[in-house]
C-alpha cells in the first residue's frame, strides 16, 4: 500500500523581482487574480488533492502572507450581522484549521531547491507534493489531484509536464524521457534551463510535484547549479540517475505562468471572463478597446 499524499510544500521566499515596485511591500503569492489572492488557488488546489497540512516557506516580508490565513472574527461577526452569507462563505474558505498550517524560514533566496530542502524536518520519510503558487493552472479536475491519481498508480516521484516552444525551453527544467506519446512520461533525465539548442525536448516541468522523501536527501549532498542556486531539477534527475522511477505527467488544464506579466494578465483575463458577474461588462470594454485600437491603426 502507497503512503497517501497529505502534505504539501507552497515555496514562497523568492524575491518576486519581476512585480517590483509591487513586490515591495506585498508579497507575490498576495497579488489578486480578480479578487482571490494566488495563494489562495494553490491552496484550494492543495485541499481538493487531500492535502492536509500546508508547509510554507517564507522569508522576510511575508507577513501578510500569514495574515491572511488567519480567523477575522471581528469581519466574520460583522457579515454575520449583517446576514452576508455568501461573503462569509468566501472568507472561512480562507481559514485554516488550527496545526493545519506552518511556517518555515528560508534566510537567503539560494534556489527552490533549496527552499524545499528546508521543510524538510516537517517532511519526514514520507512523499510529499510541492506547489509554486505562481503557476496558476485552470483545470476542470484540479492538476495535482490529477497527478495524486496517476502517482498511486505509479509510485516514485512525478512532475507536471507541458510542451513549451522550443525558444523558451531555457526558461524552464526539461525533460528527457524515454516516449513522448501519451500523458503518462517516463524520465531519463532532467537539465534545468537548458542552453538554447541543447535541449532535449521541448517538455517543461512547471510548479507542481510529487517527490519521494529521497529527494530530501538529495538535496543535502547538492551543489549550486544553474544561475548559482540549489535548483530541485538536479536533486529529481539525481532520482533517475539512482535508480529510482520519475515521471512526468502531461496533464490537462491552462496553466498561466503569474510570476510574469503577461502570463498574470492573461490569467486576470481569463478568470474574469469565466465569472458570470463580470463576463459581459468585461467583454464588451475588451471588444471596444480593440475596436478602437483598429481604427487608431
Ligand atoms: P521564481 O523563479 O519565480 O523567483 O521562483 P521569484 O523570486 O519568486 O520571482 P522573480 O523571478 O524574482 O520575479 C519560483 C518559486 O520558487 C520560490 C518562489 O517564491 C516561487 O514560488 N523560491 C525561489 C523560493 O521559495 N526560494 C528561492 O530561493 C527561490
Redesign the pocket.
Known amino acids: 500500500m502507497r503512503n497517501k499524499v497529505t502534505k504539501a510544500i507552497f515555496?514562497?521566499?523568492?524575491?518576486?523581482?519581476?512585480?517590483l515596485p509591487a513586490t515591495k511591500s506585498v508579497p507575490?503569492e498576495i497579488l489578486t487574480l480578480v479578487d482571490r489572492p494566488l495563494i489562495q488557488y494553490a491552496i484550494d488546489e492543495a485541499r481538493a488533492a487531500g492535502i492536509k497540512e500546508f508547509i510554507f516557506?517564507t522569508s522576510r516580508g511575508k507577513g501578510a502572507l500569514e495574515d491572511y490565513f488567519d480567523h477575522s472574527p471581528q469581519l466574520e461577526s460583522e457579515l454575520r450581522r449583517k446576514g452576508k452569507k455568501e461573503l462569509l462563505k468566501t472568507l472561512k474558505e480562507t481559514n485554516m484549521d488550527s496545526g493545519a498550517i506552518a511556517y518555515i524560514r528560508?534566510h537567503k533566496?539560494?534556489?527552490?531547491g533549496?527552499?524545499v530542502w528546508c521543510a524538510r524536518r516537517l517532511i519526514g520519510n514520507e512523499p510529499f507534493a510541492v506547489i509554486?503558487?505562481?503557476d496558476v493552472i485552470a483545470a476542470e479536475k484540479p492538476c495535482l489531484k490529477q497527478m495524486v491519481e496517476a502517482y498511486e498508480e505509479t509510485g516514485g516521484s512525478m512532475v507536471a509536464a507541458m510542451e513549451v516552444p522550443h525558444d523558451k525551453t531555457s526558461s524552464y527544467g526539461i525533460l528527457d524521457v524515454e516516449q513522448q506519446f501519451g500523458n503518462m512520461l517516463p524520465v531519463r533525465g532532467m537539465v534545468e534551463k537548458p542552453a538554447q539548442g541543447t535541449e532535449p525536448s521541448n517538455l517543461a516541468v512547471i510548479?507542481r510535484y510529487i517527490l519521494a522523501p529521497s529527494v530530501l536527501n538529495n538535496l543535502n549532498k547538492i551543489k549550486a547549479g544553474s544561475g548559482g542556486?540549489i535548483q530541485l531539477t538536479d536533486a529529481i534527475a539525481q532520482e533517475i540517475a539512482e535508480g529510482r522511477r520519475v515521471n512526468g505527467l502531461r496533464f490537462d488544464g491552462q496553466r498561466f505562468d503569474c510570476?510574469s506579466k503577461a502570463g498574470f494578465l492573461q490569467a486576470t483575463i481569463s478568470f474574469a471572463l469565466a465569472r458570470h458577474d463580470l463576463r459581459d461588462e468585461l467583454f464588451d470594454y475588451m471588444n471596444s478597446v480593440v475596436a478602437m485600437d483598429r481604427a487608431a491603426q
Open positions: 515555496p514562497v521566499a523568492g524575491l518576486g523581482t519581476r512585480f507575490k516557506v528560508q533566496a539560494m534556489g527552490l533549496h527552499a509554486l503558487p505562481d510548479g542556486e510570476g
